[in-house]
């Protein structure tokens, strides 16, 4: 995995420090910010392929500097947290990251889920469905640019919200369960993820819907799952 660079910001240096022996001990390339600030500078600069973020930190944290991200780039952010509770979690979701770990994590545990999102972000046509471009009344798809676009006005999606996207309309009219879309689109077993999916369901309504609360093209099918109307 020579040719991927990861961005690690943490204002503590001995973290940053310790992720990239673990990163590089992979053949990845890394590169080191203290603050959300520094981070952005890196990203206008550098090609970086993965960012790891810690929460709290100076000048720019990391909440914000996911909403300044987020307006230009749709690479995977994995957020860092002292923190446990679920509702750091969820708020990391919402503000864009793809995935979360709280302070200490299992290095272990870091490096499968970098080389998963990797995995996911780098390789395309992750579906079965073998048309390149889907429309769904004005909902459109684009699996070959990897962009959604409504009435002809694109639309931003985190790499997850995407993926989330691309495989309902591969598959229009058919009714995806909660586990069945974690374990599709995360590539690892499905252990108490309704929040985590409900969270990026949310977010996405928000994005294409003209009304979320009434959805013309997202809709929940009550105690089975989620599908994109035909």
């Known amino acids: ?35 959300g600030i520094e981070a952005i ?37 994995i957020m860092l947290s002292a923190k446990s509770e679920d509702t750091d979690k969820i708020l990391g979701l919402q503000i864009g990251a793809d995935d979360y770990l709280t302070k200490p994590f299992n290095p272990i545990e870091l490096i499968a889920r970098v080389k998963s999102q990797l995995r996911r972000y780098m390789t395309l046509g992750m579906y079965e469905g073998k048309n390149s471009i889907i429309n769904l009344s004005g909902l459109t798809l684009d699996k070959d640019a990897r962009e959604v676009a409504i009435h002809g006005e694109a639309v931003k999606l985190t790499p997850i919200e995407y993926r989330i996207v691309e495989l309902l309309m ?14 599709r689109v995360w590539q690892e077993p499905c252990y108490n993820a309704e929040n985590t999916v409900a969270v990026h369901i949310r977010k996405i309504r928000e994005k294409i819907e003209i009304d979320p609360k009434n959805p013309r093209y997202l809709k929940v099918v009550w105690g089975v799952g989620y599908k994109m109307e035909k």
């Open 170 to 183: 591969s598959y229009p009219g058919r009714v995806f369960s909660i586990h069945d879309i974690y374990e």
């Open 1 to 35: 995995m020579s040719e991927f660079t990861v961005l690690v910001v943490d204002d503590e240096k001995e973290i940053r420090d310790a992720i990239e022996i673990y990163l590089k001990n992979e053949k990845m390339n890394v590169l080191q910010a203290s603050d």
């Open 41 to 77: 500078e890196l990203l206008n600069e550098e090609i970086v392929h993965l960012i790891i973020l810690d929460i709290m930190m100076p000048r720019l944290d990391g909440i914000a500097a996911t909403f300044r991200i987020r307006e230009q780039k749709n690479i995977p952010i």
